[in-house]
Nanobody, 125 residues
Framework: QVQLVESGGGVVQAGGSLRLSCAAS????????MGWFRQAPGKDREFVAA????????NIANSMRGRFTISRDNAKNTVYLQMNILKPEDTAVYYC??????????????????WGQGTQVTVSS
């Protein structure tokens, strides 16, 4: 069993930055691929970014490339999402996800078995 706890959400003005963290427990940090997804009110869950077990490979959604970066510290069992140049349309609940069986940073939510509770990010205009 893997438990995921997100933190770092909040309210920020457009153009600002936030860094989300996701702390994992239950298995060693390098055991799973980890990802970030988001869901805005009335919209489907959307892929944001994912990172391979070693951190050597990442996958960022096209619309966020250049603004968002994902990284991980396996010694701390933590993955980070650095979000810069935030826009009002980035407002959503951001979820951390993990999976023990896949090897590449997948953008498919169905491939992740473990999910956090989510953290709210609100970007004001």
């Amino acid at each position: 069993q893997v438990q995921l706890v997100e933190s770092g959400g909040g309210v920020v003005q457009a153009g600002g930055s936030l860094r989300l963290s996701c702390a994992a427990s239950g298995r060693t940090g390098s055991s799973y691929v980890m990802g970030w997804f988001r869901q805005a009110p009335g919209k489907d869950r959307e892929f944001v970014a994912a990172i391979a077990r070693s951190g050597g490979s990442t996958n960022i959604a096209n619309s966020m490339r250049g603004r968002f970066t994902i990284s991980r510290d396996n010694a701390k069992n933590t993955v980070y999402l650095q979000m810069n140049i935030l826009k009002p349309e980035d407002t959503a609940v951001y979820y951390c996800a993990a999976d023990l069986t896949i090897f590449s940073p997948s953008p498919l939510a169905d491939e992740y078995d473990y999910w956090g509770q989510g953290t709210q990010v609100t970007v004001s205009s």
